[in-house]
């Protein structure tokens, strides 16, 4: 994992656009990364970056997957991931 990444978990969502913010400093791209209940966190903390904090950056990519995962209990889930990449325009 590269060190410009930022995961998404259950803070609020300042927590990570500061974390974001952070990581525009000393690098002209940020990756977002969640899974499962944050990814709407992760949304959230991208949309607010770009519009009020680095609004030259752009979304440059987004991925979405699945991973299997296994529970508490010793059943495998399924739990679905984005992967957002932010980047500053020139």
Do not use: C, W
Request: hydrophobic residues 40%; glycine residues 4%.
């Amino acid at each position: 994992m590269e060190e410009n990444t930022v995961l998404i978990g259950s803070k609020p969502v300042m927590n990570y656009v500061l974390a974001v913010v952070t990581q525009f400093n000393d690098n002209d791209h940020v990756i977002l990364r969640a899974r499962g209940r944050a990814i709407s966190r992760a949304v959230d903390t991208a949309e607010i970056v770009r519009n009020s904090f680095v609004q030259d950056a752009e979304v440059a990519d987004i991925h979405i997957s699945t991973e299997e995962v296994e529970n508490y209990n010793g059943e495998k889930t399924n739990v679905s991931i984005i992967q957002i990449t932010l980047e500053k325009s020139i």
